[in-house]
């Protein structure tokens, strides 16, 4: 393939890929914001986790912030679409290749990679000399809402888009694998910074509890900033002690049970 025509190729993967992350990030954000927000809003109001409302110029801002994330990660995605038809990635085509069983193990790795880096990348995010520049943008929302799930500065979101790359690069990748995988991505980031804990409230104190993140995890790290620095799974923060000290009392008041009308017969 000349270099022209893997430079087409390149434009329209990445103009695909952004109209593809922005369509399902709409609605999926938009989804939960009509379900938490609008519709049944009286009805969650105790899932609740924060404990004030978004600022009133705060959705606009995430909006916008993540618009321009997702147009920044088209880019990075013409990047690997360019490696790839170069012959430097390990993408390939034909599942029977590595077979079925792979194609499926593929995207759990890839989710317990992108865990691992994702905490560790954050971690140093929030080092004073790079928070200002990286990722102070993203903790303007100390009550976040759905949009916020991509609401970074143009660094982080490089940062961000930098798993594709890596993963790609090191190990063999069938494109359905990782679009099932940055399903899986997009839909977590989404519900985990909703505001609504969606969890019931057995979750904590069982073993699913102890290996996945909540809500309330993400939530308090938008309001404290130095704790919960995990994404989908809740080892690092386990092994590293990195957790809130407020994380259970807090998830227990958001999963608490009021007593109803008839209780109170």
Known sequence: MSVSDKLTHTFRAGMGGSLSQLIWYALLACGVWLFFYILFRSHYQTRRIGR????PNQIPREILCSFRSI???????AGVVYAAYSGWTRLYVEVDEY??????GSIVLMIILHDAYFYWTHRLMHHRRLYRWMHHTHHRSINPTPWAAYAFS???AFVQAGIGPLVVFIMPVHPAAFSAFMIWQITFNVFGHCGYEIYPQWFLKS???MLLNSVTHHTLHHENFHSNFGLYFNVWDRILKTNHPD?????EL???KLPNSDDMR
């Open 71 to 77: 147009v920044l990660f088209g880019i990075v995605t």
């Open 99 to 104: 077979g079925w069983g792979w194609f499926a």
């Open 254 to 256: 958001a999963t608490r």
């Open 154 to 156: 143009p660094a982080e």
């Open 52 to 55: 004030n409302n978004p600022l």
């Open 247 to 251: 994380y259970e009392p807090r998830f």
């Open 207 to 209: 073993r699913l509890g």
